[in-house]
C-alpha cells in the first residue's frame, strides 16, 4: 500500500507462510520507486514469520539526510502472540505418548495375559479390498505369514464353496492371507487425505502447493492410485489362476470404474445441475482402474524358462506391449501439454496466471490442460476454487481435469510394477531391493525433470498438472514407503499397521463416509481460528474414522465395489 510521510497503516496479514517485506521510497511525483530501494532489516533479515494474534509496529525512516536515496525500516512486536507452531509440536508430542504407552500396553498384556489378546486374525474376506485384492501368491506357490492349520482349513472351505472347480490340488496350495503392508500404506494415504481435507490445522504443508511445489498434502492422492495399481495386480492373479474367463474379469473391471466415476459425480452434488462438477478424485481412479485393468486384461505378455538370463528383470521383459502404452501415454501428454496452441497464450505455458508472470497471462491458468478442460466440460462444470485462486487470482481450473487424467494412468501402472514385483519374486530381501532400486530411479528422474528445484527444472513438479516430475518423484516415494511398511510388517512383524491398516481395510467406506461427514458433529466442529484450535478439530476428524474403521473390522462389515 501506499504510505504518505508521517501517517500510519494498520494492516491484517494472513500467519499461514512466511513474508517478506520491502519498503520503497517514490519521487515526489512518481508513483513507482526512482531509486534503489532497501529492504527492512530484522536481525539481517528480510524474510518474518509473523504470530498469530500479534501486534507489530513497522518503523520506517530516512538512512541519510537525502530522503530520496534510501530508507530503512525495523519491525517491533507490540503485543505477544500464540506460536503459529506451538500446536503442531504439542500434538506430536502427545501422540508418540500415546502409541509408546499403547505399544507398552500390548507388550505387558501379551506377556502377563491382563486382558484377552488384542490382535487382528486373518480372516477370508468376501472383499479382495476396494480399489484392488491384496492377496499375495509367491512364485513358489505359498502365501506368507503362514496360516494356522484351522485357518487353511477354513479358507479352503470357504474358497470351494465359492468356486466348486478348485481342485484338490489347488485347494492344499493355497494359503491365503493378506499383505499387511499394503493395507497399512493405503490407510495411511487414506488418513493423511482425511486430515488434510479437514484443514489440517491450515499449516501450509498440510495444504496443497499454491503452484509449483511439493507438500504432504500433494502425496496423499497419488500415493493412493499407485497402491490401487499394486493391489491390481493380485486380484488379476488370482482371478487368473482360478481361469476366470476374460469376458467376466473385464465386466468386473467395467463395472467397477463406473462406479468409481458415479460415486465421484455424487459427491461432487448435483444439486445445481448447470453447476455440476465432472471431473474429480473418484473420477480420476475410476478412468485410471479402467485403462489399466483393461491393459492387464487383454495385452499380451512374454514367458521366459526359469533359467532365462533376463529372469532377474521379467518384471519388466515380460511386459512389452504394457510398457509401449504407458510410453504412448507419456509421449500424447507431453506433447499436449507443451505443444498443444492455447489462444492468448504462449505455446508451452505451465504457469497459474492470472496476477503470476507480470499480468501477462491472466485467462492462461494450467496452459493446454485448462484449456482442454474448458472446451470439454465448459466453465461451469470445473472447480472454481483452484488452490492458485488466493495467491495467483487464477481463473477456474480443475486439478483432476482430463489432461492430467493421462499421468494419472501412469502412476496406477508404476504401482502395477509394485505388485509385479510381489507376483514374481520370492519374498523378503529380493521384494524389498528391487522396489528400492525403482524407488530411486524413477525417483531421480523425477527430480531431473524438475532441477531438484521447484520453479526451475524443464517440468516443474506440479500436483494441479500432475506434470512428468510430480509423477515420478512421488512413485519413487510410493516405492520407498511401502518397501519400509513390508519390512516392519510384514517380514520383522513389529507393527502390525494399527491403526492405519484399518481404514485400508474399507477405504472406499472410510473415503466418501469422510466426504459426506465433513460438516457434522463429531467429524468436524467450530473452534477459535487459530492453528491449535483448527488442528484439534482436524486431529479430531481423522481419529473417529480411525474408531469407526477398527469397529468395521471387528464386526467384519466391509464394504466392496
Known amino acids: 500500500?501506499?504510505?504518505?510521510?508521517?501517517?500510519?497503516?494498520?494492516?491484517?496479514?494472513?500467519t499461514t507462510f512466511g513474508l517478506t517485506l520491502d519498503a520503497f521510497m517514490g519521487g515526489k511525483n512518481r508513483s513507482t520507486p526512482r531509486y534503489p530501494h532497501k529492504p527492512y532489516q530484522n536481525d539481517a533479515t528480510d524474510h518474518f514469520t509473523?504470530?498469530?494474534?500479534?501486534?507489530?509496529?513497522?518503523?520506517?525512516?530516512?538512512?541519510?539526510?537525502?530522503?530520496?536515496?534510501y530508507i530503512d525500516c525495523i519491525l517491533r512486536k507490540t503485543k505477544e502472540g500464540v506460536d503459529t507452531y506451538a500446536a503442531l509440536?504439542?500434538?506430536?508430542?502427545?501422540?508418540?505418548l500415546f502409541a509408546i504407552f499403547f505399544s507398552v500396553f500390548l507388550f505387558m498384556n501379551k506377556r502377563y495375559q491382563l486382558l484377552l489378546r488384542m490382535q487382528c486374525r486373518t480372516h477370508d474376506r468376501l472383499v479382495n479390498a476396494d480399489l484392488g485384492s491384496t492377496d499375495r501368491f509367491s512364485r513358489s506357490g505359498s502365501y506368507f505369514p503362514a496360516p494356522t492349520q484351522d485357518q487353511q482349513s477354513s479358507e479352503a472351505a470357504s474358497a470351494l464353496q465359492r468356486n466348486p472347480s478348485i481342485t484338490a490340488e489347488d485347494r492344499t496350495r493355497r494359503k491365503v492371507s493378506r499383505l499387511r503392508s499394503l493395507d497399512t500404506f493405503r490407510g495411511i494415504s487414506l488418513s493423511i487425505m482425511i486430515f488434510v481435507n479437514y484443514e489440517g490445522g491450515r499449516y501450509w504443508f498440510f495444504n496443497h502447493s499454491r503452484w509449483n511445489g511439493l507438500t504432504v498434502a500433494d502425496c496423499v492422492f497419488p500415493w493412493f492410485m499407485w497402491i490401487m495399481g499394486t493391489s491390481m495386480v493380485m486380484s488379476m492373479k488370482s482371478q487368473k489362476r482360478r481361469n476366470t474367463p476374460r469376458l467376466s474379469m473385464t465386466y468386473k473391471v467395467?463395472?467397477?470404474?463406473?462406479?468409481?466415476?458415479?460415486?465421484?459425480?455424487?459427491?461432487?452434488?448435483?444439486?445445481?445441475?448447470?453447476?455440476?462438477?465432472?471431473?474429480g478424485v473418484l473420477q480420476r481412479f475410476g478412468i485410471s482402474y479402467l485403462v489399466v485393468g483393461l491393459a492387464e486384461i487383454f495385452l499380451p505378455t512374454v514367458v521366459l524358462p526359469p533359467d532365462h538370463v533376463l529372469s532377474p528383470l521379467q518384471d519388466v521383459v515380460c511386459y512389452p506391449f504394457h510398457?509401449?502404452?504407458?510410453?504412448?501415454?507419456?509421449?500424447?501428454?507431453?506433447?499436449?501439454?507443451?505443444?498443444?496452441?492455447?489462444?492468448?497464450?504462449?505455446?508451452?505455458y505451465l504457469g497459474p496466471g492470472g496476477i503470476g508472470d507480470d499480468y501477462k497471462y491472466p485467462n492462461c491458468t494450467g496452459g493446454a490442460a485448462g484449456y482442454i478442460d474448458l472446451k470439454l466440460f465448459g466453465k461451469d462444470h470445473i472447480y472454481h476454487h483452484p488452490t492458485c485462486l488466493d495467491v495467483y487470482h487464477c481463473s477456474p481450473y480443475d486439478p483432476e481435469g482430463a489432461l492430467g487424467s493421462l499421468n494419472s494412468i501412469l502412476m496406477v501402472f508404476l504401482g502395477v510394477q509394485a505388485g509385479r514385483i510381489l507376483v514374481l519374486f520370492e519374498r523378503g530381501v529380493p521384494h524389498i531391493a528391487r522396489w528400492m532400486i525403482w524407488g530411486s530411479i524413477v525417483g531421480a528422474v523425477g527430480t531431473g525433470l524438475?532441477?531438484?528445484?521447484?520453479?526451475?527444472?524443464?517440468?516443474?513438479?506440479?500436483?494441479?498438472?500432475w506434470s512428468l516430475s510430480f509423477i515420478f518423484v512421488l512413485a519413487g516415494g510410493a516405492f520407498i514407503l511401502l518397501s519400509a511398511c513390508y519390512i516392519v510388517c510384514d517380514i520383522i512383524q513389529i507393527w502390525n499397521g494399527a491403526p492405519f491398516?484399518?481404514?485400508?481395510m474399507n477405504s472406499i467406506l472410510v473415503y466418501c463416509g469422510s466426504e459426506l461427514l465433513q460438516g457434522y458433529f463429531p467429524f468436524s466442529f467450530k473452534v477459535d481460528s487459530t492453528h491449535g484450535g483448527i488442528l484439534a478439530s482436524s486431529i479430531v476428524g481423522v481419529t473417529c474414522w480411525l474408531i469407526i474403521s477398527y469397529y468395521l473390522f471387528k464386526i467384519k462389515f466391509f464394504v466392496k465395489i
Open 1 to 14: 500500500g501506499r504510505i504518505h510521510r508521517n501517517e500510519a497503516e494498520y494492516l491484517r496479514i494472513r
Open 50 to 69: 509473523f504470530q498469530e494474534h500479534a501486534e507489530y509496529l513497522l518503523l520506517c525512516f530516512d538512512t541519510i539526510s537525502n530522503p530520496d536515496v
Open 89 to 96: 509440536g504439542w500434538a506430536t508430542l502427545a501422540i508418540v
Open 254 to 279: 467395467v463395472h467397477r470404474s463406473i462406479i468409481l466415476f458415479c460415486l465421484g459425480l455424487f459427491l461432487n452434488n448435483g444439486f445445481d445441475v448447470s453447476h455440476w462438477r465432472i471431473p
Open 323 to 348: 510398457w509401449l502404452l504407458m510410453a504412448t501415454v507419456m509421449v500424447i501428454h507431453t506433447a499436449l501439454t507443451l505443444g498443444l496452441g492455447v489462444p492468448g497464450c504462449p505455446t508451452g
Open 450 to 465: 524438475c532441477g531438484a528445484s521447484q520453479n526451475d527444472g524443464v517440468i516443474p513438479i506440479n500436483k494441479n498438472l
Open 501 to 504: 491398516f484399518y481404514p485400508g
